[in-house]
């Protein structure tokens, strides 16, 4: 896999007036709205190192009993809170088995490896975005003095946009299990994953130990992600998180757009499926043009152009203002609160335009 899917983040934008602008490049790019914004101005704050902020243990208590579990922690983002959950779990020596481009593995700096002196065993995902039981119980090292010591299952659940079937979880959790380990959810996108399989939040938190959830992508938060997890392993976490400078101090202006992305903003996705399904029909339409075939899952679009060059493609589409994902292989158009059904339109236009463009100087 040569190519990122933060490569474009380097390429230049156009200019055009923010309202012009369709960015599809990630559901990170949301901005909080006006409600978000009012609840943030009037949150109750205190110093959170202390433990004394209201709003962050109101949002910590209330990511715990949404996902069933003892305990959470509110961290600034979910690489930090990957990395104190794999350093919470494992020691110096030990391994976390996880997928060859899962987030944890490709994305993240191999921050437990150098932090933690923690090794990552990476296993190819299947073509459902989840991981073989056999190859995690083949991963998994007998205890003998060469090998470092498997400690950790780490999943994730959206991969790429899709939403891994439950019973696909469940294999693989009871794999990890079975041979002794612990078991982590990166659940960056987890509301996607719920919406789409159509399960309550805790049946897919109940399989794990720790699961990460994003407030900051499409649930609209400027910052911030939970883990929630037992009581013991989010006080470790809690120290980690400390260690490396990640403690925050009135942050509840911040665990203020968390609580309004969790309580008012999970119903919204379905909408963001929806049309990510309305793009991805019309694409499949157009994309004849260029012979590319358009993938749908959850809030994600997937088109891979079969000519070698799509710069052409990509600059008609950046010249009608869309902003688009995805690295040299396919194109990602991702779609999150700030894509209404009027900039949906402007999108599916900008592609039809060059579909047209493209068949009459044919
Ligand atoms: C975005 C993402 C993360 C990390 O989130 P940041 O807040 O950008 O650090 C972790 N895992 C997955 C699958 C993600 O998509």
Known sequence: MSSSQYAPRL?????????????????????????????????????????????????????????????????????????????????????????????????????????????????????????DPDKIR???????????????????????????????????????????????????????????????????????DTVSICLSKGLGSPAGSVLVGPADAIARARRWRKMLGGGLRQAGVLAAAGLQALEQNVAGLAEDHRRAEILATALREYGQAWDAPVAQATNMVFITPKTADHAPLRAHLNGRGLRLGGGEGSIRLVLHRDINDAKLDRAIDAFASFYKRNTLSA
């Not at 983002?77 to 996880?98: D, F, K, P």
């Open 11 to 131: 390429a230049p934008v156009n200019t055009a007036s923010e309202a012009d602008v369709v960015d599809l490049r990630s559901d990170t790019v949301t901005k909080p709205d006006a409600a978000m914004r009012a609840a943030m101005a009037s949150a109750e704050v205190g110093d959170d190192v202390y433990g004394d902020d209201p709003t962050v243990n109101r949002l910590e208590a209330a990511a715990a009993a949404k996902f069933d579990k003892e305990a959470a922690l509110f961290v600034s983002s979910g690489t930090q809170s990957n990395l104190v959950a794999m350093l919470a779990h494992c020691g110096r020596g030990e391994e976390v088995i996880t997928g060859f481009g899962y987030h944890t593995f490709t994305y993240e700096a191999a921050g437990a490896s150098v932090l933690g002196g923690i090794a990552l065993h990476p296993i190819p995902p299947e073509a459902d975005g989840g991981l």
């Open 138 to 208: 083949t991963a998994v090292k007998p205890d003998d003095s060469h090998h470092p010591i498997s400690r950790l299952l780490s999943l994730e659940n959206t991969h790429y946009g899709k939403a891994i079937p439950l019973e696909r979880i469940q294999a693989a959790v009871t794999a990890g299990r079975e041979a002794g380990l612990m078991v982590h959810l990166d659940g960056a996108r987890f509301f996607n994953a719920v919406t789409a399989l159509k399960i309550e939040p805790a049946a897919l938190a109940e399989l794990f």
